[in-house]
């Protein structure tokens, strides 16, 4: 009987072992790495969609893809970004074109781009593949969403 029960003790601990999962399967933004992630953001961007929301108040606009509302990301972990008329997640004057430091980090379970635009700026990765990317920044109560689509 001794030795039924171990039997059964030793099937249950094997089953729960077996059932958890000692890394993330890399498909999900949570479980790809960062250097994965890194050379997917290298590139330019263009900003199609910025939405604002604060205090109640929200409101949205679309671009084509154009020579304004760009964020270019190159392998060294440099870039530069023109912000458009529209002021790119409120950062800049029209006409202008930003050079800035990247790179990417964990925080909280998520991926988050930090780049030194305007002293510092940290932009939550809510998705990426090799043509999407859609940010998120917060500030206290304001937040911008961006989505942009990649050169080809």
């Avoid at 001794?2 to 399967?25: A, G």
């Avoid at 939550?124 to 593949?129: A, G």
Wanted: aromatic fraction near 16%; proline fraction near 1%; glycine fraction near 8%.
């Amino acid at each position: 009987m001794k030795f039924l029960n171990r039997f059964y003790i030793i099937c249950v601990m094997f089953l729960c072992v077996s059932l958890v999962s000692c890394e993330n399967d890399g498909n999900s933004l949570d479980g790809e790495s960062i250097k994965s992630l890194s050379k997917k953001l290298v590139g330019v961007w263009y900003c199609t969609y910025q939405e604002w929301a604060e205090d109640g108040y929200a409101d949205s606009k679309s671009y084509d893809p154009s020579e304004e509302y760009f964020m270019a990301f190159d392998i060294d972990g440099t870039g530069t970004m023109h912000s458009g008329r529209d002021e790119l997640f409120e950062i800049g004057t029209h006409g202008t074109i930003y050079e800035f430091e990247w790179n990417i980090y964990n925080k909280n379970n998520a991926k988050y781009l930090h780049t030194t635009v305007y002293d510092g700026n940290d932009y939550k990765i809510n998705e990426i593949t090799n043509s999407k990317l859609r940010m998120t920044w917060v500030d206290g109560d304001y937040k911008i969403v961006c989505e942009f689509v990649k050169q080809n």
